[in-house]
């Protein structure tokens, strides 16, 4: 195992949290988008992560491998849309109801600054393995 | 030989603190993996037994998932600093051998 296993770790999970970030403004851009290219208003998403074993990083001493985290899938969310009454609407239906996406701008933010924080964490695990190493390095001087 | 053991004990002190370090660091990785349980990694017997274990999981919420962030970046921190005081270390029992080695100017 070198310092590179470590940072390809803490690189996957800088990844996932940026994927989450996208996803959460992908969200919030289309918070009012009645109208998509599959029909219907559209669908709130979320990210799955899922942790794996990173292939190419070396395992612990006693044989274990780490797990880094990769986005297993970017799920939809069929919860039903928000329904407004709005009959000027073109997309209103017939009793005047427009679809909204599922969407609850306040969640988003939720999840922005989780993401955020989350991504803050690992660029400090990530800075920690580079000052080891340089401690490394300076071993003899 | 002797005057060369504890620069490999310290050698190996550095060996563990750095793969700990990267199973700490798929801990933070892991923030919000639903399910993920915080791993760890201890040392016994002098530095000769090094095994992986699930470390924490009182505090679960509600996705399953059990890192402390502020748990895992103390220890984080700490086995950094432990292995800049190891490295230190070997830089000055490298030092002494120097010395010895030379004509003691």
Redesign the interface.
Known sequence: ???F???E??A??LA??RT?MNVAASNLANAQTTQTAEGGPYKRKSV????VELTG?EK???G?A????KVQQIAADNAAPRMEYDPGHPQANAQGYVAYPNVNPVEEMVDMI??S??YE??V???S??V??AQ??L???? | MADFGTIDQLGSALTFHRERHAVLAGNIANLDTPGYKPMDLERKDGGELVTTFQDGGAQQGPDGNAVTLERELAKIDANRTRYAANSELVTRQLAMLRYAAGDGT
């Open positions: 195992m070198d310092f296993s470590a940072m770790v803490s996957s999970g996932a949290e989450r799955v992560l899922q942790s990083t612990t001493t006693d274990q780490v797990s880094g985290v989780t993401a924080r989350a964490a690992g400090t695990a990530m920690t393995a000052n080891m401690s490394a300076g071993i003899g001087k």
